[in-house]
């Protein structure tokens, strides 16, 4: 079935360490999306990508990095400059911008504490 | 900037109730609209999506309607079930310079609970 893969599920990391969270989809769509969700508040856009190699900061990339060598590829790399990194992350994509009707598609997510 | 406000942020009804979720929003040059349903510790899923050129869509037990003008969309559930169960989202969705990239903007959810 076509979707999109978000590993790990839980991760911990280490004071002063970068992880990076795995976005695979197969739903060959041409823009994928990182947003983070902390507990009881709306989504907020941290990067996005339109094609392979090449990607926007959104609202809160600060601490963060990601790479687009693949169109089915959106690792985000939650670097130890993020001060605040415990939160829940939702990678997303969708077809390219202006087929009629297109909507967002979301992974199941990955939660990240910091220990 | 865009700020997106949903209303409650809690609701409790007893099953078979008709509800209604509001969203509203600042900024009245949207592309679209949508509603997700995020169940606990889960992903968002689409729902419903209305085109800013739309009044309303339709999908099963759910009707979405959007009053740009006034800067409002609401979420009617007919017949609730237990099953309905969730949070509810809105987003806003705008258009970006870049290469015709969408941003969603979205609200902080209202978190709905059916009765059985």
């Known amino acids: 079935d076509g979707g999109i893969t978000q590993s790990p599920k839980y991760l911990f990391r280490k004071e002063g360490q970068n992880v990076t969270l795995s976005c695979e989809q197969n739903l060959n769509h041409d823009a994928m999306y990182w947003y983070r969700q902390d507990p009881g508040q709306g989504l907020r856009l941290i990067y996005y990508s339109q094609i392979v190699n090449d990607f926007q900061k959104g609202d809160i990339a600060e601490g963060y990095s990601v790479s687009r060598e693949k169109k089915e590829s959106f690792p985000l790399t939650v670097t130890s400059a993020q001060k605040n990194p415990t939160a829940f992350y939702l990678c997303?994509?969708?077809?390219?911008?202006?087929?009629?009707?297109?909507?967002?598609?979301f992974g199941e997510g990955s939660w990240l504490t910091v220990v | 900037k865009q700020e997106v406000t949903q209303i409650p942020a809690a609701l409790s009804v007893p099953e078979g109730e008709n509800l209604v979720l509001n969203c509203s929003f600042t900024d009245s040059a949207i592309y679209n609209l949508q509603w997700f349903r995020q169940d606990p510790g889960k992903g968002l899923t689409s729902l419903l999506l209305?085109?800013?050129?739309?009044r309303e869509q339709t999908s099963g037990r759910l009707n979405a309607s959007l009053d740009k003008s006034s800067g409002r969309s609401t979420l009617y559930i007919a017949a609730s079930q237990p099953g309905d169960s969730a949070t509810y989202l809105c987003a806003v969705g705008s258009l970006l310079r870049v290469q015709g990239a969408q941003k969603l903007v979205f609200g902080q959810g209202t978190r709905l609970t059916i009765n059985p």
């Open positions: 997303a994509s969708r077809p390219r911008s202006g087929i009629s009707g297109n909507t967002i598609y």
């Open positions: 209305i085109q800013s050129s739309q």
